[in-house]
């Protein structure tokens, strides 16, 4: 009975924070149907950005994590960059979440847990469930 049990356990991947979906696809095509077929699960990391100087400053500093030009335009154009950011993210959960062999998402970002809750109601990843959260 324990045998059938173990055979079940799932081991979790979760790269770094993505932001570059291209990348992620590349990486996936790769890597993805050997991790899902090795009953893994693939997670991938998400976080809003503050601003464009401080995607640029994690995009300089932080090894690994890539945030392509583009983002950090659309950033320095917009009126409201905090805002900007959470659309942003938004946009790449629901295009995450299209993604075969993509099992879940870990949001991430530093003291700003109001903006996890906010993406988390945008991009509809739970669907008709009812959330609770003192962030309402």
């Not at 991790?35 to 991938?44: E, G, N, P, S």
């Not at 409201?80 to 659309?87: I, L, T």
């Not at 075969?100 to 809750?117: K, L, N, P, T, Y």
């Amino acid at each position: 009975m324990y045998k059938k049990r173990l055979k079940r356990v799932l081991i979790s991947f979760k790269p770094i924070i993505f932001f570059d979906l291209p990348k992620f696809e590349i990486f996936m095509e790769k890597f993805g149907k050997i991790i899902y077929t090795k009953r893994a699960l693939i997670i991938v990391g998400v976080g809003s950005l503050a601003s464009a100087r401080a995607a640029r400053w994690i995009r300089t500093n932080i090894p690994g994590i890539h945030i392509p030009d583009h983002i950090i335009h659309r950033l320095e154009k917009a009126d409201e960059q905090e805002a900007e950011a959470v659309n942003i993210c938004v946009e790449l959960v629901q295009k995450f979440r299209e993604i075969e062999g993509v099992s879940g998402i870990h949001f991430m970002a530093r003291s700003r847990a109001h903006i996890i809750f906010s993406i988390i109601k945008r991009s509809e990843i739970l669907h008709k469930r009812q959330i609770n959260s003192f962030y309402k």
